[in-house]
């Protein structure tokens, strides 16, 4: 087993778990991902399309996967990837998305360094699992995070339209850290904060360096970007009355056009 650097969450702003997931889960999910791969490669219909991202299988990112296929369940909610999270979100904590990401072979595949979410700076903290499917190491595209960035909140950053990653920090504004590589073994969890910078090179190898992410957040305040809240832990009625105390009957009520627009909706979903 390669040796790796104990890091902090805390004070890192990222951590690594070391043989999270058995080798057969690890096999089953891998397979699982290069048949939606193949699919959406074929350009075949995406029945999830009113709900969900487009798989982007030129630009290695399969979106919103965990909705559209339970088996990656078994990935995302593993006692000790939660266990790391709880001090952080508390011991409520829900899905805010979660994607495959890999490197397509031949296809421009770099993802310049960034902080995730950048555009959403008023939303709750989420923390990020990535868990490995393929080996990771330099040569395939591991990860470069520059630690303790976390801590300097959001930085300045520009937009690039056109590009897979577009929002990416400003060069003359990163931290003057060096980066850290995260070669990891099929079944490892590297998890961090959306705050860490991170990136990785172009690479083109045979491995696709598969990784599964999902983003977690507390029950702060719930927001999802699309799709429905998913709850991953806790969020019983307990939880739910001691942060939800209003009574259903005074919240306010949504605009009758408001309402009249979900019906029409609804009718037309249902032809
Ligand atoms: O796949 C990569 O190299 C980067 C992915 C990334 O930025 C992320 O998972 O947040
Ligand atoms: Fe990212």
Known sequence: MRKTQLFDLQRDGFTILKDVHPAERVRAARDLVASIIAYAERGLEDPFFQY????RADQGALYDVLQRH???WDLARVPRVLDALAPTLGDDIFMYENSVVYKPKGRRNAVPFHQ??????????????WTALDEVTVATGAMKLLPGSHTK???????????THHDRI????????????????PGDVLIFNQLLVHGSDEVHTDSLRIAFRVSY??????????????VVRGGGPHALASRF???????????????????????????
Not at 116 to 129: G, M, N, Q, T, V
Not at 217 to 230: A, E, K, T, Y
Request: aromatic share 8%.
């Open 52 to 55: 969900y991202l487009p798989h």
């Open 217 to 230: 957040q507390g029950f702060d305040r719930l927001v999802v970007p699309r799709g429905s809240p998913i």
């Open 245 to 271: 105390s209003r009574p259903a009957a005074q919240l306010p009520r949504p605009s009758l056009l408001k309402r009249a627009a979900r019906y029409v909706g609804r009718r037309l979903m249902s032809i």
């Open 170 to 185: 400003r060069k003359d504004m990163l931290p003057k850290t060096e980066p850290y590589h995260a070669e990891l073994e």
């Open 116 to 129: 995730d979410f950048i555009s959403r700076p008023e939303e709750p903290l989420k923390l990020i699992a």
């Open 70 to 72: 339970p088996d990656f």
């Open 153 to 163: 909140g959001f930085l300045p950053w520009h937009r690039v339209p056109g590009e």
